[in-house]
């Protein structure tokens, strides 16, 4: 018998969707919602049990569903400000371009369309491995290599993350963007850079529901530093989301 990789396990569990419908966004609005509100108090309950900001009108959302129930497993979303929209900003530009280090990379550089943020990534607390994950949004660590996939289906769980995370790479991939930013914890950043995804620091840390800064990955290093295991995953995912998604590359000549 062959070697079974990451990717087949993790597609035999979970599969990448791409929210095109508003129930679909709606969806991950709940699942926002049941995180960041219910379960983390970080945002305030509402009737409706959805999660929204002013960004959403011009993001991109993704679903993991989990094959076996149907569920959805988490969520996150990719922000692209429409380019003739100067007012329309990304969240680090709303709430903390002042702590950016321009010396690293100045978004003020960049043309409006060529970049993006990753940010709301949630995954329920029924999708975390571990009941001791209090005050975290996801689950993410050194358990979660390739390794874990030869056991239960639940050791599974900690890589929901780092599924999500390849499909809002992904996504910066089929946008042909140049830069993606993300605000995170250093220890995130740090998990990330094992896996292949090489976030440079790129702002001050500040205190916001732990300590946090801005990270940039360059379109260069996207991809080129996964590993082989790492990479047959990013392949699948973004091979599902190709198979769903319309977006328009970012072009020069046609702006």
């Known amino acids: 018998m062959g070697v079974t990789t990451l990717a087949d396990n993790f597609d035999r569990y979970f599969g990448i969707k791409y929210a095109k419908s508003s129930a679909m966004r709606n969806f991950a609005y709940r699942i ?78 960049l043309e409006r369309g060529t970049f993006g943020e990753i940010s709301r990534l949630a995954v329920p607390d029924t ?19 390739p390794r874990a996939f030869t056991e239960e289906e639940r050791r ?9 995370y390849l499909a809002a790479i992904a996504l910066v991939d089929i946008c042909h963007h140049q830069c993606v930013f993300v605000m995170m914890e250093p220890r ?32 260069e290093k996207l991809t080129r530093y996964l590993s082989k295991e790492v990479a047959e995953l990013y392949d699948l995912i973004k ?11 970012f072009c020069p000549t046609l702006q």
């Open 239 to 249: 091979q599902q989301l190709n198979h769903q998604v319309t977006l328009v590359p």
């Open 32 to 109: 926002r919602h049941q995180v960041y509100a219910e379960e983390l108090g970080w945002e305030p309950c509402n009737s409706q049990e959805m999660e929204t900001d002013t960004c959403d009108p011009y993001s991109h959302v993704c679903l993991l569903e989990h094959r076996t129930s149907g569920q959805y497993a988490g969520t996150i979303r990719l922000v692209i400000p429409p380019v003739h929209a100067s007012q329309s900003k990304l969240p680090f530009e709303q709430h903390c371009m002042e702590s950016c280090w321009p010396e690293v990379i100045n978004p003020a550089d």
């Open 188 to 219: 995130l950043q740090r998990h990330l850079m094992r896996f292949g995804l090489p976030f440079e620091q790129a702002g001050e840390a500040m205190e916001y529901h732990g300590t946090r800064a801005l990270y940039a990955l360059p379109q």
């Open 127 to 145: 999708f975390r491995r571990r009941r001791d994950e209090k005050g975290k949004p996801f689950v993410l660590n050194e358990n979660s290599t």
């Open 156 to 164: 599974n769980f900690p890589n929901i993350a780092i599924g999500l």
